[in-house]
T-cell receptor, first 110, second 116 residues
Framework: RKEVEQDPGPFNVPEGATVAFNCTYS??????FFWYRQDCRKEPKLLMS???SGNEDGRFTAQLNRASQYISLLIRDSKLSDSATYLC???????????FGRGTSLIVHP | SAVISQKPSRDICQRGTSLTIQCQVD?????MFWYRQQPGQSLTLIAT?????????ESGFVIDKFPISRPNLTFSTLTVSNMSPEDSSIYLC?????????????FGPGTRLTVL
């Protein structure tokens, strides 16, 4: 089983839709979780950290489920500009060495 | 967030040659990393660049193929040695510990390498 798994998609949704991605991780000792966004031919950029209590930033909501070992990202009211690849990142044991998921591709169409 | 720059941004090289990629951060950072990202794939960690000592390589990557330097807290280089077409990829530098934020990684813009 891969350490961090994501459905590669693509998720093809109309503008205004709500879309959710999940990411599962195998190491139960994992401590830090993030969602990064990567646009085509660009470097990854931090979208948001994922806290145990969940966190929300505008249209984006991230949640952590330790019992089932997954994190989720919910995007409400999708915009065309949300089209990108969303990378799940997990850090374990205080090593600060992150493990990246393969990414989930989102395409928002008019 | 701090600015991370890489150069060259892209290069096309002949097999058997070597290319050195430079990564510069505009503030001191605790950790620097080198990643490779092949088309349609996620990021693969090559090594952690340690300041003043040998880099720590991940499984499948060796110093002879990917020598790394980190002479100070803001600069690192990655050399891709004796290149083959399989080395064609995007190479990304990243930094951890920017502006007191110890658990967030920031990435450079990447170096797009094509080996003929």
């Amino acid at each position: 089983r891969k350490e961090v798994e994501q459905d590669p998609g693509p998720f093809n949704v109309p503008e205004g839709a709500t879309v959710a991605f999940n990411c599962t991780y195998s190491n139960s000792a994992s401590q830090s979780f993030f969602w990064y966004r990567q646009d085509c031919r660009k470097e990854p950029k931090l979208l948001m950290s994922v806290y145990s209590s969940g966190n929300e930033d505008g249209r984006f909501t991230a949640q952590l489920n330790r019992a089932s070992q997954y994190i989720s990202l919910l995007i409400r009211d999708s915009k065309l500009s949300d089209s990108a690849t969303y990378l799940c990142v997990v850090e374990s044991g205080g090593s600060y060495i992150p493990t990246f998921g393969r990414g989930t591709s989102l395409i928002v169409h008019p | 967030s701090a600015v991370i720059s890489q150069k060259p941004s892209r290069d096309i090289c002949q097999r058997g040659t070597s290319l050195t990629i430079q990564c510069q951060v505009d503030s001191q950072v605790t950790m620097m990393f080198w990643y490779r990202q092949q088309p349609g794939q996620s990021l693969t960690l090559i090594a952690t660049a340690n300041q003043g000592s040998e880099a720590t390589y991940e499984s499948g990557f060796v110093i002879d193929k990917f020598p790394i330097s980190r002479p100070n807290l803001t600069f690192s280089t990655l050399t891709v040695s004796n290149m083959s077409p399989e080395d064609s990829s995007i190479y990304l530098c990243s930094a951890l510990g920017l502006a007191g934020n110890t658990d967030t990684q920031y990435f450079g813009p990447g170096t797009r390498l094509t080996v003929l």
